[in-house]
Structures are given as C-alpha cells and as structure tokens.
T-cell receptor, first 114, second 111 residues
C-alpha cells in the first residue's frame, strides 16, 4: 500500500520568508501528484498537479517539484504572506485506471506571521 | 461557477436517524468520490464511482450507501447514523488525466 508522509506537521514562519513543504511516498509507480490547500472549515482547493512525466509545475509564487525515483515532492512558496496560512496536503494517484487509488498525506499546517 | 456542489453544509442527527448527502458536479467528470475527514486520520475514501452506473467500496464503507444517479450526481446515505459517523464529508470529482475537484464539505454531527 502506498504511504504518503508530510513533514513537518506544522510550520510557523515570518512573513516574506521562502519556504519548502515536503511530501514523500513509498511507491514510486505513481500516475500523478496533486497539491491542495485547505483553509479552516473549508474544502480542498487544488494548487498544482504534476504528471509522472513532469519534473515540476509552477503557479504564481508556488512551485512544485517531483522526483519519482526518490519518492519525493516539494512545494516551494516564495515570499510567504499571511494569506498563505492554511493546511497543505499532497495526494498521490496510483495509476490511470486505478480509480480509487489516491493516497493523501496528513498535511502540513502553515502559519505565516505578519 | 463550475465545480462540485454539496448539500447540506451542516447537519445534526440523532443516533439512528437517516439522511442523504447530496453532491453534484457540472464538469462532465466521469469519476466521483466520497471522503470523510477526521482529526488525526486524514482523508479516507468511503465510496467511489468510476463512471455512471458503477459504484465501489473504498477504505471505510461500513454504515454508508451510495447512488450514482446520473453522470452529475452522486449521493451518500447514512441509514442509521452513529456517533462514530460524526465527521466532515467531502465529495470530489475527477476527469481523465486531471486531478480532483472537491466540494466545500458537509459537517455532520451525530448525537
């Protein structure tokens, strides 16, 4: 079974700092990996999706990388802002036709202090 | 706005009562999912539907039933609610090579 781990579980940084969130997975045979943001009491908002053939994806101040061989993905947030405070989750999809095979990490709770 | 719509947003049930959580998507996605999210447990898959007319059990299906009414709608039913089903329930859909789109969730409390 695929296991997805996110470390640290919580992170507090001052505004303006660049930061990296980590996601590791045990089985490198993945189809894609998705990063989400979840605000308290809200649903999950998709941030970035990386297909297994890609190395990275960028959206604004966010950059996600994927290294299948080492079983790792990182989410880089540049010039962090208080509005970035949320829980960030990664999810790994097993294969194209494995409809139920999405595995979620337990998330990293980010607090950006003004 | 395109996306996944869940109703209701909040619900309180008494033990033994039944209810149906509704989910609809307007993105023409084939696959739809029901998850529950509990503190310290992360997201756990209850049921999924790979396409219209099919449903399958996920990780924690006991106590739940689902119906894929058509391509747009996927409902989750609790026949006899138990306090252990107190949770936040999320519906999601996915199409093709793309990732998930989630609804905003239903906060269910069973007393």
């Amino acid at each position: 079974k695929q296991e997805v781990t996110q470390i640290p579980a919580a992170l507090s940084v001052p505004e303006g700092e660049n930061l990296v969130l980590n996601c590791s997975f045990t089985d490198s045979a993945i189809y894609n990996l998705q990063w989400f943001r979840q605000d308290p009491g809200k649903g999950l908002t998709s941030l970035l999706l990386i297909q297994s053939s890609q190395r990275e994806q960028t959206s604004g101040r966010l950059n996600a990388s994927l290294d299948k061989s080492s079983g790792r993905s990182t989410l880089y947030i540049a010039a962090s802002q208080p509005g970035d405070s949320a829980t960030y989750l990664c999810a790994v999809r097993r294969g194209l036709y494995n409809f139920n095979k999405f595995y979620f990490g337990s998330g990293t709770k980010l607090n950006v202090k003004p | 706005n395109a996306g996944v719509t869940q109703t209701p947003k909040f619900q309180v049930l008494k033990t033994g009562q039944s209810m149906t959580l509704q989910c609809a998507q307007d993105m023409n996605h084939n696959s739809m999912y029901w998850y529950r999210q509990d503190p310290g447990m992360g997201l756990r898959l209850i049921y999924y539907s790979a396409s219209e007319g099919t449903t399958d059990k996920g990780e924690v299906p006991n106590g739940y039933n689902v119906s894929r009414l058509n391509k747009r709608e996927f409902s989750l039913r609790l026949e006899s609610a138990a306090p252990s089903q107190t949770s936040v329930y999320f519906c999601a859909s996915r199409g093709g090579h793309y990732g998930y789109t989630f609804g905003s969730g239903t906060r269910l409390t069973v007393v």
